[in-house]
């Protein structure tokens, strides 16, 4: 159990040193480990997955502070890699739940609910995609479609601009290699914390069973929920478990344990981080308008 305590952070600043890699080259965005640990832990205070806004509002204010308003508007930029950060985790679920339902029998509506995720991932690529390939052509149609409203259509090209900048990482060779190094640890990290639980519970499964919570979990908590995924993120553990044999009791028991064992840590460190920024999450959650693009104007 204390193994899967100290995993619990540790897979925050794996995911950290990831989100580096999707910024544009040369960006170096300042603070990426304290707006992760915030983040996050305003996800287990707050509903709906606030703590997504928060992580990009505080990357964005060093940044801004750092180059000064006049020359970058970082809001937009830091939101598209999370953006890409997000697509790149819905794919791997995916990807786990199609290689488990070659190994174990998997509920179908656990499939629907896949294809479901994997036909919202396919959009997301397809858009992205177009931005990379196809900026001008996207710029011009949001000038058409904003043409009678001139100051809305210049904040929206600027927004779009900055938008499309934020996706020159991952269009840039040299982060390719990093992007699939760090991503594959970025998911062996909290398998490695599935199973010390269920070792510490005396569950002796096959290592797969970790793919499954994983997978299960990641899938549930992809629609927002509660503030700390109570609930979901017990369902699907228990769930995932129970496709080897486990009982509900002692699959519940386990699922408690290995969300207690996660978010507990990331929600005390992330406080203190809170408190070293000396910003609040109300302040963090409303954007004040110095991170976005055109505040200045």
Partial sequence: MAVAVILSPL??????????????????????????MIGYMANN????????????????RRWSAGLG??????????????????????????????????????????????????????????????????PQACARLITRLAGRWPRLQRRALTAFETFVHGLDGIRTPSHILPLLAWTVVVWLTPALAAWTVLFALDLHLPFV?????????????????????????????????????????AGFGYALLYHASQVLPITLVGWLYLLREHVSLSEATHARRGAEPGAAG
Avoid: K
């Fill in 11 to 36: 897979q925050v600043w794996v995911r950290g040193r990831r989100w580096w890699y999707l910024f544009p080259p040369g960006s170096n965005p300042q603070g990426i480990t304290p707006a992760m």
């Fill in 45 to 60: 205070v707050l509903p709906l997955r606030a703590g997504e806004v928060v992580r990009v509002y505080l990357v964005a």
């Fill in 69 to 134: 308003a006049a020359r970058s508007h970082p809001f937009w930029t830091t939101l598209a890699t999370l953006v890409v950060e997000r697509v790149l985790d819905s794919l791997a679920v995916v990807l786990i739940l199609a290689v488990l339902v070659l190994v174990v029998p998997v509920p179908r509506f656990l499939e629907v609910a896949a294809l479901v995720v994997l036909a919202i991932d396919l959009v997301g690529v397809v858009v992205l995609i177009a931005l990379v390939a196809a």
């Fill in 209 to 249: 069973a970790t793919w499954a919570v994983l997978a299960f979990v990641g899938l549930g908590i992809s629609i927002p929920s509660a503030p700390g995924y109570v609930g979901v993120f017990h369902a699907a553990a228990v769930l995932a478990v129970g496709l080897f044999g486990v009982s509900r009791s």
